[in-house]
T-cell receptor, first 110, second 115 residues
Framework: GQQVMQIPQYQHVQEGEDFTTYCNSS?????IQWYKQRPGGHPVFLIQ?????EVKKQKRLTFQFGEAKKNSSLHITATQTTDVGTYFC??????????FGQGTRLTINP | GAVVSQHPSWVICKSGTSVKIECRSL??????MFWYRQFPKQSLMLMAT?????????EQGVEKDKFLINHASLTLSTLTVTSAHPEDSSFYIC???????????FGSGTRLTVV
């Protein structure tokens, strides 16, 4: 079945440092979605990537989809304390079964 | 944007009792809703796909007789944890989407504690 591997599991940074989380799949992904879950909260949709090699930016966040559509990354530039949370990648097929990666928990030292 | 309302936010129940969790799409119709379970510091695990007007589709290893799902209308899905035990204590979250190429909207989750 579908399986998306995400690394690292945890990341602790100093405020102002950059942060990156990676997702990899052994099979070609139809799309990749990214979610953020604050501590005690629920996942919030950030973005969806569909095209090979696609790059999208949201302020300090940069999302990439690999050329082979088997990997994706989320990069945060100059982290702020508001970035704390767990970042998940996920794949869905035709509005069915959203399958999550393991998530990367980001903590920040102010 | 799409809003999914879930309640209760938290519930404490005694072992052996049943708990019902409701998930409503407030401003859109959802023919399909999804139920997830999340243990502390772990990822979200899909439990079942709730289909309006038909039986839910359960993931492997999820007991359909224990986790009853009803999707009676286009805006409401319910998950009933029957004969709850302490190992059922978890964070249960529902989600829905307005369609392909759109992200999924999640309810605020229900933290279930079985004592």
């Amino acid at each position: 079945g579908q399986q998306v591997m995400q690394i690292p599991q945890y990341q602790h940074v100093q405020e102002g440092e950059d942060f990156t989380t990676y997702c990899n799949s052994s099979t070609t992904l139809s799309n990749i979605q990214w979610y953020k879950q604050r501590p005690g909260g629920h996942p919030v949709f950030l973005i969806q990537l569909v095209k090979s090699g696609e790059v999208k930016k949201q302020k300090r966040l940069t999302f990439q989809f690999g050329e082979a559509k088997k990997n994706s990354s989320l990069h945060i530039t100059a982290t702020q304390t508001t970035d704390v949370g767990t970042y998940f990648c996920a794949e869905s097929e035709k509005a069915q079964k959203l399958v999550f990666g393991q998530g990367t928990r980001l903590t920040i030292n102010p | 944007g799409a809003v999914v309302s879930q309640h209760p936010s938290w519930v404490i129940c005694k072992s052996g009792t049943s708990v019902k969790i409701e998930c409503r799409s407030l401003d859109f119709q959802a023919t399909t809703m999804f139920w997830y379970r999340q243990f502390p510091k772990q990822s979200l695990m899909l439990m079942a796909t709730s289909n309006e007007g038909s039986k839910a589709t359960y993931e492997q290893g999820v007991e359909k007789d224990k986790f009853l799902i009803n999707h009676a209308s286009l805006t409401l899905s319910t998950l009933t944890v029957t004969s709850a035990h302490p190992e059922d204590s978890s964070f249960y979250i529902c989600s829905a989407t307005t369609g392909y190429n759109y992200g999924y909207t999640f309810g605020s989750g229900t933290r279930l504690t079985v004592v």
